[in-house]
């Protein structure tokens, strides 16, 4: 499968707000958020990570071996995703991590920490992506949310946006999926109003081809 680099920020300003790191091609409409936008034998590659672009690849393409005697084995994980407690033992690095709180702030009565993800994810969860917050993530402290400040500066507010939402429809008692829902639409709604435009929008562009989806997100450096 051939690595794309694309521009992962214009992806969610005008595409697909759940694009994270790196994705194939998927159709299948039980899928969370099919990418059908992405040509055959291709995999997109946020450009903006490539430093930690042989983790993350090792982390997406690992195959579970025996993974229904591994679910039983590991039944009382904290995580209701067990394929993430998985790959936390098998890919976190042993020890404490350094230093990666690279700024906080208090809003109401949570703690919002810009975090340095590349450290996270080796460290403590190789899936954490651009944001999360302590009814998700069991690592993250009480009345926390985390935000990865390897992103794009412009991205972390509308993060925040989502992260925050999420979380207090989650303490209000809805299940992630429905929250995180919600939260895709506070997003969206922030995103719009720093000039992003989704499909549906009156004046999204209706002359989209293929050729154009890569004109507007493959970044240089591809071959």
Not at 52 to 71: P, Q
Not at 118 to 147: A, C, M, T
Request: one cysteine or more; hydrophobic letters at 30%.
């Amino acid at each position: 499968m051939k690595i794309v680099y694309v521009n992962g920020f214009k992806i969610r300003q005008t595409l697909d707000t759940d694009f994270t790191l790196c994705h194939s091609r998927s159709t299948d409409c039980t899928d969370y958020a099919p990418k059908f936008y992405i040509p055959e034998n291709e995999l997109w590659f946020d450009a903006r990570f490539k430093d930690e672009e042989k983790f993350v690849l090792e982390v997406e393409t690992y195959e579970f071996e025996n993974i229904e005697e591994l679910k039983k084995k590991n039944k009382n994980s904290p995580f209701v995703d067990k394929q993430r407690w998985f790959r936390i033992e098998r890919f976190v690095k042993k020890g404490l991590p350094p230093n990666f709180v690279e700024k906080e702030e208090q809003k109401d009565n949570l703690i919002i920490k810009y975090v340095n993800g590349s450290v996270v994810r080796q460290y403590l969860d190789p899936e954490f992506v651009f944001g999360g917050h302590d009814l998700v993530y069991s690592y993250i402290p009480k009345n926390e949310i985390w935000l990865d400040n390897k992103m794009e500066p412009k991205e972390l507010p509308h993060i925040l946006i989502h992260e925050a939402i999420e979380r207090k429809l989650m303490a209000e008692g809805k299940p992630y999926d429905t929250a995180h829902e919600y939260a895709n639409t506070y997003e969206r709604d922030s995103r719009r109003a720093a000039g992003g435009i989704y499909p549906g929008d009156p004046s999204y562009p209706s002359e989209w081809t293929k050729e154009s989806v890569i004109q507007n997100y493959y970044v240089a450096g591809n071959e």
